[in-house]
């Protein structure tokens, strides 16, 4: 079984940065593509981030591009999300998933590809 715990949420002004960071348990790490979804109040869960297994791969909502950076330690177990330049609309409970894969080079978008979701991590960036 598979669990992810995320940290490092916290409130930030805007403008500041903020890195989250999910810690995957298992010694499989390097077989699952990793993503970052955030969901604010009153809104469906949006996707922000993804990675493929290999770190080849990565890809972002149009919203965060240039300004969050996803990366990932497979000897740590751990996907962290680099937030810069926060926004006021940023703020929202930060969850990452984690998909089983064969192929390494590959990141997914979608919600639905993902079968394992970690608690969240609230972050709230302050006007």
């Known amino acids: 079984q598979v669990q992810l715990v995320e940290s490092g949420g916290g409130l930030v002004q805007a403008g500041g940065s903020l890195r989250v960071s999910c810690a995957v348990s298992?010694?499989?790490?390097?077989?699952?593509?990793m993503g970052w979804f955030r969901q604010a109040p009153g809104k469906e869960c949006e996707f922000v981030a993804a990675?493929?297994?290999?770190?080849?791969?990565?890809y972002y909502a149009d919203s965060v591009k240039g300004r969050f950076t996803i990366s990932r330690d497979n000897a740590k177990n751990t996907v962290y999300l680099q937030m810069n330049s926060l926004k006021p609309e940023d703020t929202a409970v930060y969850h990452c998933?984690?998909?089983?894969?064969?192929?390494?080079?590959?990141?997914?978008?979608?919600?639905?590809?993902?079968?394992?979701w970690g608690q969240g991590t609230q972050v709230t960036v302050s006007s």
């Open positions: 998933a984690a998909t089983r894969t064969y192929n390494s080079g590959s990141y997914y978008p979608y919600a639905h590809d993902y079968g394992y």
């Open positions: 298992g010694r499989t790490f390097s077989m699952y593509a």
């Open positions: 990675i493929s297994r290999s770190s080849a791969s990565t």
